[in-house]
């Protein structure tokens, strides 16, 4: 279910009391059982959605980097930079290249 409610709200700012209210759980329950099942914990889980839709936008579209950004549910474009370094090593611009070349 924590996956579900994700998986269709990752696009909007996601907050994790919220996911617990809807599914009427304690957050620390839910942070337990999610890292218990998933081996990694909520926020890291909703960013490797973010990236990785962001990367296949990279991959596909001609979409601004700040539009990707947008996109995949990140307002600031330098919080999606970082984020997108820090998940994948490189640039999202680096990563556009490189899968173009």
Request: charged fraction near 25%; hydrophobic fraction near 35%.
């Amino acid at each position: 279910e924590i996956k579900k409610y994700i998986q269709a709200n990752y696009l909007s700012p996601i907050k994790i009391s919220d996911i617990a209210d809807k599914l009427n759980i304690n957050r620390s329950h839910l942070y337990r059982i999610f890292k218990n099942e998933m081996g990694i914990n909520v926020e890291d889980y909703i960013i490797n959605i973010r990236i990785n839709h962001a990367k296949t936008l990279l991959s596909t579209t001609t979409l601004s980097i700040s539009a990707i950004a947008s996109a995949v549910g990140y307002k600031n474009y330098s919080t999606f930079f970082k984020r997108f370094k820090g998940t994948t090593g490189i640039t999202p611009y680096e990563y556009r290249t490189k899968k173009k070349g």
